[in-house]
């Protein structure tokens, strides 16, 4: 079983809908968890950060933690076509060894 | 702010034969990430530095991955011979310290180099 897991997809909704994006992991140490974005041929981008447990919004998106379940979602409301990218997730544990562990990604398409 | 500069964007080569990534991070980051990305994958580190000094190469294949950042700037990626699962995407991302969470210190990666082997 690999430390993350996350459906890669794909995704396709149309404009205005409200997109969930989830991931699960086995690793009870982590405790910094991050969403990255990442367009067609472009490295990833830091969308939305969280430390431990609960909801932290911004703007149209709002990521969830539950360390109890292991699982992290991030919501997307009011989709937009430029919301079409793949959605990692990303996490670590902290200490000195910073080493990030990715998920798959999800392709998410938002269609006008 | 001029981002993380990496070059080739593209690079097709042929099993067995030498390859070299380059990567400028971004003025004043003083750690350095390169990350594999292999197709429908998360990236997946191969080492970090802090300055000069690699701090995290345990991901590394020391058999034909070698890296080096001179002067604590510019790194290079070189694997020699390439094999066929060496086709992936390889990034080069840059912090201002060694910790990427929260808004002030972000993990900023370059677009990669797509590195296919024949």
């Known amino acids: 079983q690999k430390e993350v897991e996350q459906d890669p997809g794909p995704l396709s909704v149309p404009e205005g809908a409200i997109v969930s994006l989830n991931c699960t992991y086995s690793n009870s140490a982590f405790q910094y968890f991050m969403w990255y974005r990442q367009y067609s041929r472009k490295g990833p981008e830091l969308l939305m950060y969280?430390?431990?447990?609960g909801n932290k919004e911004d703007g149209r998106f709002t990521a969830q933690v539950d360390k109890s379940s292991k699982y992290i979602s991030l919501f997307i409301r009011d989709s937009q076509p430029s919301d079409s990218a793949t959605y990692l997730c990303a996490m670590d544990s902290g200490g000195s060894n910073y080493k990030l562990t990715f998920g798959k990604g999800t392709l998410l398409t938002v269609n006008p | 702010e001029a981002g993380v500069v990496q070059s080739p964007r593209y690079k097709i080569i042929e099993k067995k034969q030498p390859v070299a990534f380059w990567c400028n991070p971004i003025s004043g980051h003083n750690t350095l990430y390169w990350y594999r990305q292999n197709l429908g994958q998360g990236p997946e580190l191969l080492i970090r530095y802090e300055n000069e000094e690699a701090v995290d190469d345990s991901q590394l294949p020391k058999d034909r991955f070698s890296a080096e950042r001179l002067k604590g700037v510019d790194s290079t990626l070189k694997i020699q011979p390439a094999e066929l699962g060496d086709s992936a995407v390889y990034l080069c991302?840059?912090?201002?310290?060694?910790?990427?969470?929260?808004?002030?210190?972000?993990?900023?990666f370059g677009s990669g180099t797509q590195l296919s082997v024949l």
């Open positions: 969280t430390y431990s447990s």
């Open positions: 991302a840059s912090s201002l310290q060694g910790t990427f969470y929260g808004a002030d210190e972000k993990l900023f």
